[in-house]
């Protein structure tokens, strides 16, 4: 399904959009990848709050802790290293 926001919009980008965006999710990267192109080049305005930022980072973090260490994603913030 594909995500037509027309030019000089506002967005809404939740954690999700940019932790599809930067780990590889077969179906729905591409597709967040294609909402924030046009962000890139400003033709619309993408927002998101600090709270929002810190949990797409912390999700992008656990999906490669889980690929890296190859555990369950499942109590992965618990683990010992």
Known sequence: ?????????????DSTILHYAFVNFPGATPQCVELLAPAARRELLACMTVAALNDAVHKVMCSEAK????????GLVNWPS
């Open 67 to 74: 690929e890296r260490f190859d555990q369950p994603r499942a």
């Open 1 to 13: 399904m594909p995500l037509d926001v027309p030019p000089g919009q506002t967005v809404f980008v």
